[in-house]
């Protein structure tokens, strides 16, 4: 009966929006203690708008949203997304840059009618020797806390202005976290961005453990290192950023609406992008091995 049981599992489980690569999947879904859950995209829309700009002393906003529109149009992030769509409302077409270049996890760089511009976090800040000055880093503190994404642009040598960007917690994702935890899972948010904005998204979707400002290619790290301390790790993600990460992990649990690379790597997808259907996954499995016994 087992080969049944585990067929009509799979079966329940495309019926409930869960697609599931191989029958052996159903074991180690029942045995995940604990589920690493990426922020953006998976807990939140990864759907983000710009909030505000705020320009350094003198310089001009629609100058600023030009030059960094201009280099985010060539990146596919979401900040960037959120960033190129405002500068084009707010100033129409945007120039075309030269040198373009995506820094991971950081930002990115070109040259822009003719400056040398940089739009990213502070630590690409930090790579070029430019540092905030006073009154933007108390301004980005202030936003951070209240969960916004900041990032900064600077060109020639100057820091001209910050950008604050934001996305909003899907309506499921607090139901889904409590979910997983009344099935016995502990969560735990896994982000590349700031500490602040994870920890107000993880108070708002009941989430205690955070690890944040974790480089792309370290988010696999931080899965072997829970690994590492015994647990059983299911990982839930949907970015290019995460494959490595839903690879490495006992179960990869890839959102249906994430990138190709994401699905690829998983081991089952999400079908709908809803994290409730994670909790579903871990029911279903226990349920289907539970018949077999
Ligand atoms: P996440 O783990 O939340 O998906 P990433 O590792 O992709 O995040 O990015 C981490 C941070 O790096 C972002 O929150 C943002 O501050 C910054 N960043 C990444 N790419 C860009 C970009 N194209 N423009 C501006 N900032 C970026
Ligand atoms: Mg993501």
New binding site residues.
């Given amino acids: 009966a087992t080969p049944t049981a585990l067929m009509v599992g799979t079966g329940r489980g495309a019926q409930l929006g869960i697609l599931i690569k191989g029958p052996e999947v159903l074991e180690t879904t029942r045995r995940a203690d604990t589920v690493v859950l990426?922020?953006?995209?998976t807990v939140t829309t990864g759907r983000m708008t710009l909030l505000a700009v705020r320009t350094a002393e003198g310089e001009d906003e629609e100058r600023v949203l030009r030059l960094a529109g201009a280099l985010?149009h060539a990146?596919e992030?979401?900040?960037?997304r959120a960033?190129a769509t405002a500068a084009a409302e707010r100033v129409g077409e945007l120039p075309r840059p030269e040198d373009f270049g995506?820094?991971?996890?950081?930002?990115?760089q070109g040259v822009v009618e003719g400056h040398a511009v940089l739009?990213?976090?502070e630590k690409?800040l930090a790579a070029w020797s430019l540092r905030l000055p006073e009154p933007l880093a108390a301004a980005k503190a202030e936003a951070e806390a209240g969960g916004r994404?900041?990032?900064a642009v600077a060109w020639d040598g100057e820091v001209r202005a910050l950008l604050e960007v934001a996305d909003a917690v899907k309506p499921t994702s607090a139901e889904a976290v409590r979910r997983l935890r009344g099935l016995g899972l502990t969560p735990v948010l896994?982000?590349?961005?700031?500490t602040a904005?994870a920890r107000a998204v993880a108070a708002e979707v009941g989430i205690d453990e955070v690890i944040a400002e974790?480089?792309?290619q370290d988010?696999v790290d931080v899965v072997r290192r829970l690994q590492s301390e015994g647990r059983s790790v299911a990982m839930v993600g949907d970015?290019v950023?995460?494959a490595a990460a839903l690879a490495q992990a006992d179960l990869g649990l890839a959102m249906g609406t994430g990138t190709d690379a994401a699905i690829e790597a998983g081991d089952l997808t999400l079908v709908r992008g809803d994290l409730r259907t994670a909790a579903d996954a871990v029911r279903l499995s226990r349920r289907t091995l539970a018949t077999i016994r």
């Fill in positions: 990426d922020k953006t995209g985010e990146s992030h979401p900040v960037a960033v995506n820094v991971p996890g950081l930002g990115v739009v990213g976090r690409l994404t900041v990032i896994l982000t590349g961005d700031n904005v974790v480089m792309p988010k970015g950023n995460d």
